[in-house]
Structures are given as structure tokens and as C-alpha cells.
């Protein structure tokens, strides 16, 4: 159950300052009410808004904040937010995923489209490179959480396919349909995650020259930033230089 971590191939993520915190609250905040607003608003009785609020939580969103959006999903003047998903390739080939929440389908697309197109790469149909990844659970817990050997038993304990642990943390891996049952129960053993979501993981990742790897960053970091676009999946490989020299930006 242990294997190689891929933290930084899975998804693509950069420390962020403080000027893009808004930005950041409001995507949680915009996934806690539609996760409110799709199912009940209690989050013992929804797994997607327990997901958002974690995710929330982790990013030291106030308890005041999250209530707000829970409420908004309430209210009859909440936003009418569709969940779209994209895919396509990017430099090096590498096949990309990306998540939206958007209320104007046409506006997200084009913006999609034109960020793919500017950075050599481009946009295909719906199932050109899911298959490509798997959906599974995905539940983080910070390198504190106790050592690898500890977080393989409380996997096995806790039914998960795989334990990944690495220099960022735990990482563990169930099938969808036992998502909520896996995060459960490794909260009982382990406290609080630090994020728990349905993620697509590369089932390979494609090694990227150093030139190529630059622009596909330059892409992802556009895509990322977008104010629908919730979440970007990559199977790209980097080399370990190039990584240094991209979280040192």
C-alpha cells in the first residue's frame, strides 16, 4: 500500500501570498454552497459539504464565513451555479482536467479554451483524458500525523487502497463509494484531515522537458486562477530542478 509520492503531480498547487486569499475563499465558499444547496445543509449528512468545509477549514476559513455560505445556499437569491469539467493537452502532451463551477457556461469555456490555446496546448471533448486517471478519495493529513509505518496500519484499519507518505505529508487513497466510510474513520484515529476530496489521480505520468514543463505551469497557474475553475488535475512529471525553480517564483 505504500508507494512513491506524487503530492505535486496529482494536482498542481503553488504557495499562494496573501493577495490571492480572497480568490481562494471564494472558490470554497462557492463549493460549501453548492454542496449545501445540492444536499442537506447539515454537513453530518452530506459528504460533499463536510469535504468543502474541511478544505475550508485547512485554509483557516472563520467558522462565521462558512455559515454564510451555507446559509446563502438557503436563501432564494443564491446563484445558480452548473459544474462543468473540461479536458485537454497541454505542452509535452501532457493531459489535462479541469473543474468549474460557473453560472455562464459560454464565458467559462471560451476562458478555458483561449488559456489552453495561448500556452500550445488545446481543448478536447468530454472523455478524451479521463481515462487516462482514476476517480478516487483522497484524504491529507500534514508529516505530524506520525510516521509512515504508523499512517500503513491506520489505512489498513481504516479500509483505504493506499497509504502514500513524502516530505509534504500523508497521503490516503480509497475508492469512491468508500470515500466517506475511509475519511471517517481515519478522523476517529487521527483527528481532522487536512483535505478531503474526489480527485482524479494519473493513472501514468508523462515526463516533461524543462522548457515544455515551464509553459504547462504558466497554463495551469492561468487555469487555476480562473474565478470558476475549482479544481486542475495534471499527469505530468517535472524534473525535481525545475519544481525548485517554479516554488521558489
Known amino acids: 500500500m505504500a508507494g512513491h509520492s506524487q503530492f505535486k503531480n496529482i494536482m498542481f498547487r503553488k504557495n499562494r501570498q496573501d493577495a490571492q486569499k480572497s480568490k481562494l475563499f471564494s472558490k ?20 460533499r459539504l463536510r469535504s468543502a468545509i474541511i478544505a475550508a477549514k485547512a485554509q483557516s476559513m472563520s467558522k462565521d464565513v462558512i455559515e454564510r455560505a451555507i446559509r ?25 482536467i479541469v473543474e468549474a463551477l460557473t453560472d455562464n ?38 508529516g505530524s500525523a506520525g510516521t509512515a509505518d504508523e499512517m500503513l496500519e491506520a489505512a489498513i484499519e481504516a479500509g483505504a487502497e493506499e497509504s502514500i507518505s513524502g516530505s509534504e505529508g500523508h497521503e490516503f487513497l480509497s475508492r469512491v463509494e468508500d470515500f466517506a466510510a475511509v475519511r471517517d474513520a481515519l478522523e476517529a484515529k487521527l483527528g481532522p484531515p487536512s483535505g478531503a476530496k474526489i480527485i482524479w489521480r494519473p493513472n501514468n505520468t508523462v515526463p516533461v522537458s524543462d522548457t515544455a514543463g515551464e509553459t504547462l505551469s504558466k497554463l495551469l497557474d492561468t487555469l487555476d486562477d480562473h474565478d470558476d475553475v475549482q479544481n486542475v488535475y495534471a499527469n505530468y512529471e517535472m524534473s525535481e530542478a525545475l519544481m525548485e525553480k517554479l516554488s521558489a517564483a
Do not use: Q, W
Request: neutral net charge.
Open 28 to 47: 470554497l465558499s462557492r463549493e460549501i454552497t453548492v454542496s449545501a444547496k445540492l444536499g442537506m445543509p447539515d454537513p453530518a449528512h452530506n459528504p
Open 72 to 96: 446563502k445556499a438557503l436563501g432564494g437569491d443564491a446563484e445558480n451555479y452548473e459544474e462543468v469539467r473540461y479536458e485537454g493537452f497541454g505542452p509535452g502532451g501532457v493531459a489535462v
Open 105 to 142: 457556461r459560454n464565458r467559462t469555456a471560451a476562458d478555458v479554451r483561449a488559456a489552453f490555446s495561448k500556452y500550445g496546448g488545446a481543448l478536447g471533448e468530454n472523455g478524451s483524458v479521463t481515462f487516462m486517471f482514476t476517480r478516487m478519495g483522497s484524504i491529507t493529513y500534514p
